[in-house]
């Protein structure tokens, strides 16, 4: 793998140590321009770390990241200037008003008055107009986030990274901000997105890279990712009062108010074997219902339980 | 609303013409003296006033004794070691506190992300500590100058010290700034290096009225240097030689320069 312009982001052997905690071993994947990127993970699984690399703001032990193109340590200027990168924590400067800490951002990069349109622009849509002149210490911790997105926005960087953002914001300011990011992938920005979120995984990315334990386990679209898991859930509700014959009690996943969960392998398990082990015992369904897995079931699946067979195409 | 304006497929080299390195030290400066000048009570009035108290204080208690120089009584000798040791003080605590402050805080990571090089963040800290010890300078010397009349005998030797100086204590603060991870480690960077070498550096005395042990002392310390080829500004006459003295702070200025420079190319402490 090298650094190829085609690519925003491109990540090749990255190795880093914190004592004896080997926080990222090996990671490499490239992220194309225009993509919308989902980061996944457990806490401390390595995303932070790998963004805080990035953004050069810790140095890799091995490995090398480019930016469009740009090595971020050998070109660390450009590859700055090209991303934006919002910091997981709630981070803030109290000795300055939102305006002035958007327009001091700005200065950092090299954007002088021109940005400032930009800046108001990005206040009316992050909904913080009125807090334009407010001092950063009473701004409320959801206000502070959105000043830190506009912040790693003020220089129109091709490349964005958002480490959680929606971490402890309420629901309606959560979907304004999938709205803005919707809004700057639309525009041609590739977004990186970590979150715990994992329907706002499902809905808003593209492809999705799990990482676990500093490695990558997983790296696919969406799509392929929710198709490959081999399992889909049935759940039943007897009618009358039976015990479940033997054969079908191994692949019980659940059990909720008198329903049965079925946790069904595609290949090995059809639903109507499930119904003929059922008709054969004596027993009478009341309700039937069948869910496709969502991303929580393969995260689940990837992350928790090793000793289950991983998913096909499971990066090693 | 109107659309914003986002690059979309702008190539990236094209892209980044749009930004200039000259704003963004500007920026910093603007803003390394904005904080300060926020706080212009903290930092220059309260600075100015405890200084003028040790002028008061000194000049009735050793009122009468013989003058220092010839020609140069004790209240005019005393002037400018104290003017060279507040600026040794206000510069050391400008850098020093707004890094460790802005690394407490956590925002830090705004200038680390940005695009900012070593020599940036190097000039933008350092004119803003000399921007503070000119305030702090001037005004001292205005209130002094009421009371006490002072010559002025070398105006570019006293220019150059002054810079030299502050250029040095601002870089010792960067430096200070960089290594410390709390307000202890700066407190103590203060209290067992920075005022035990200003006060130890003949502000209040000729250090030719010092003991030959301390006399011999008085020798390494760089502050000494500094005052004394401050006050050659002034009087035209000094402990050492003004040659000796620019040497001096000059040596000193180049080698915390290097070592600052250094910390921030590799991003020593700051870049984990
Ligand atoms: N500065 C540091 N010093 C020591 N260890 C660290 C440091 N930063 C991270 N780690 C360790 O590195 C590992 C990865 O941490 P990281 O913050 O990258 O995880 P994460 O995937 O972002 O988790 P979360 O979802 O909780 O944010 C963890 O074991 C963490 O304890
Ligand atoms: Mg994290």
Redesign the pocket.
């Known amino acids: 793998m090298n650094t190829s312009p085609t690519d925003a982001l491109s990540i090749d052997g990255v190795r880093k140590a ?2 004896k ?1 080997q ?1 990222l071993d090996g990671v490499g994947f490239n992220i194309r321009r225009g993509e919308f990127f989902g980061l996944l ?10 963004i805080n690399i990035i953004a050069g703001l810790v140095r890799a032990d091995q490995g090398r990241i480019g930016v469009l193109g740009h090595d971020t340590v050998r070109d660390w200027r450009s590859a700055r200037r090209l991303i934006g990168v919002v910091p ?1 924590e709630l981070v803030f400067d109290p000795f300055f008003k939102v305006v002035d800490m958007l327009r001091i951002q700005a200065g950092y990069y090299g954007c002088g008055r021109e940005s400032w349109p930009w800046i108001d622009e990005m206040l009316v849509k992050l909904d913080l107009d009125s807090k334009r002149n407010a001092s950063m210490r009473t701004l409320s911790g959801g206000m502070k986030r959105r000043v830190l997105i506009a912040q790693a926005l003020v220089h129109r960087p091709p490349v964005v990274i958002l ?2 953002p929606t971490a402890g914001v309420d629901v309606e300011l959560r979907r304004t901000l999938w709205g803005f990011m919707s809004e700057l992938h639309a525009k041609g920005t590739t977004v990186v997105l ?1 979150t ?1 979120y994992l329907e706002e995984a499902q809905d808003l990315c593209e492809r999705i890279a799990i ?1 676990d334990k ?1 490695k990558v386990r997983v790296i696919e679209t969406t799509a392929q990712l929710l198709n490959r898991h081999p399992f889909r859930f049935l759940r039943i509700k007897l009618a009358n009062e039976g015990l479940l014959p033997e054969s079908l009690r191994p692949l019980v996943s659940g059990e909720k108010n008198g329903s049965i969960e079925l946790r069904l392998d595609r290949e090995k398990h059809p639903i109507s074997g499930v119904f003929t082990a059922l008709r054969a015992a004596g027993l009478d369904l009341e309700d039937v219902h069948t869910r496709e897995p969502d991303l929580e079931d393969i995260f689940i699946e990837l992350t928790h339980d090793h000793s289950r067979p991983a998913v096909n195409g499971g990066v090693r | 609303m109107n659309q914003a304006k986002l690059p979309t497929d702008l190539a990236p080299e094209a892209d980044l013409a749009r930004f200039s390195d000259r704003v963004g030290f500007f920026t910093l400066t603007a803003k390394e003296i904005k904080r300060f000048w926020n706080v212009l009570g903290q930092t220059v009035t309260a600075p100015v006033v405890t200084a003028l108290l040790y002028l008061l204080v000194f000049a009735q208690a050793m009122k009468g004794r013989a003058p220092v120089y010839p020609g140069v009584d004790y209240t005019e000798f005393l002037v400018p070691g104290l003017v060279m040791m507040t600026v040794i003080q206000n510069a050391f605590a400008n850098s020093s506190s707004s890094l460790t402050q802005s690394k407490i805080m956590g925002n830090l990571v705004f200038l680390l992300m940005a695009p900012l090089g070593a020599w940036e963040w190097f000039a933008a800290y350092v004119t803003a500590a000399l921007v503070r010890a000119v305030l702090v300078a001037s005004a001292m010397l205005a209130v002094a100058l009421l009371f006490v009349p002072l010559p002025l005998h070398a105006p570019l030797a006293l220019l150059a010290m002054f810079l030299l100086s502050g250029a040095s204590l601002a870089v010792l603060g960067l430096i200070a700034g960089i290594v410390a991870s709390k307000f202890d480690h700066l407190a103590a960077f203060t209290n067992f290096i920075i005022t035990p070498l200003s006060f130890l550096s003949g502000v209040f005395y000729s250090v030719h009225a010092l003991p030959p042990f301390w006399y011999a002392a008085s020798h390494f310390n760089p502050f000494f240097y500094m005052i004394d080829g401050f006050r050659y500004g002034f009087f035209g006459q000094a402990d050492v030689p003004i040659a000796l003295s620019l040497a001096w702070a000059a040596g000193f200025l180049v080698l915390l320069s290097t070592i600052c420079l250094w910390m921030l190319m590799t991003g020593y402490k700051l870049r ?1």
């Open positions: 914190y004592g905690v926080a993970g457990p806490n401390g699984a390595g995303k932070s770390t790998l997981q480490d959680e970590t715990h990482i500093g | 984990r």
